[in-house]
């Protein structure tokens, strides 16, 4: 009898058919999926870093705001699902007013994470902001990413910030997003100490990417919102023209589809003075 016709190795050839199949159709699917996400066009890797990653990081650093409250992510009364809008490198004398016009066609909150050199270079946007009901928080004065810089110039430009944003909307300033989402031990420490939110995101559809359309803006973020989202979208010379266009499209269908916006949960506490 030779091997072939033994029922135990024969058993044993179908079971590693099977098996060898089923990694096949794994990996062929995983393909696919990747091939799709290729021709989207969408870069792999700004969506691993600024969603994945976030969601995979925000269980480890609990006084990082990564998600809205539990509490606060399904209205019980209306079943409806909370989603935190929040805009970066702000203001700019172009996008801004789109911006605020969108929103205010469609009562929708959002919380404006500034940069202080851009405040100050045009200071009636942020009681423009505070009027219409929006939040504002701190992007440091230049953009400073909290990696590559000595971390007294991080603090020293978070304070600079802080003071001309509550000089200019006449009330606290108590968030604090990092740019490019870059924060160190001594930053959640200066937060802590100066009674400051550090307020990162779940969701980075990547409109800043040259390489991301407007349809791409639309569709990674219907994919991967869940309640208590917070979205972070961007106010700077790249995007221009494509935020408020995706914008345009995604408020009044979120809106429609049972999606309340609200402000970042916000302190309430005094600016202190730093020696
Ligand atoms: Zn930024």
Redesign the pocket.
């Known amino acids: 009898m030779s091997a072939f016709e033994s029922p135990h190795i024969a058993a044993g050839i179908s079971n590693s058919c099977g098996w060898h199949q089923a990694l096949q159709t794994m990996g062929e699917t995983a393909y696919r999926r990747w091939r799709a996400r290729r021709q989207e066009g969408h870069s792999r890797h700004i969506d691993f870093w600024g969603t994945y990653a976030c969601r995979c990081a925000a269980p480890w650093f609990p006084d990082v705001l990564f998600r809205g409250p539990v509490c606060d992510r399904v209205d019980p009364q209306t079943g409806n699902r909370t989603l935190y809008l929040t805009v ?2 702000g203001p700019t004398e172009t996008g801004t007013p789109r911006l605020l016009d969108l929103f205010a066609r469609h009562s929708v909150p959002a919380t404006f ?1 500034l ?1 202080g050199q851009n405040a100050k270079a045009w200071p009636e946007a942020v009681p423009r902001m505070v009027a219409a009901g929006h939040a504002i928080g701190n ?1 440091t004065y230049t ?1 400073r990413d909290a990696w590559s810089s000595l971390f007294p110039a991080v603090a020293q430009e978070l304070q600079q910030t802080r003071t001309l944003l509550e000089d200019q909307s006449g009330r606290p300033v108590t968030a604090v ?1 990092p ?2 989402g870059h924060f160190t031990a001594k930053l959640r420490n200066w937060c802590r100490e100066q009674h400051q939110q550090l307020v990162l995101w779940d969701l980075l559809p990547a409109d ?1 990417s040259p390489q991301t359309s407007v349809d791409q803006i639309c569709r990674f973020t219907l994919r991967h919102l869940r309640p208590g989202s917070i979205l972070v979208l ?1 106010d ?1 010379p790249q995007t221009v023209d494509r935020t408020p266009a995706a914008l345009a499209r995604l408020l009044p269908h979120l809106l429609e589809h049972g999606w309340t916006f609200k402000l970042l949960p916000q302190g309430t506490q005094r600016r202190e003075v730093v020696k």
């Open positions: 970066d490198d994470f940069v992007h953009h997003r740019p490019h800043f961007h700077n």
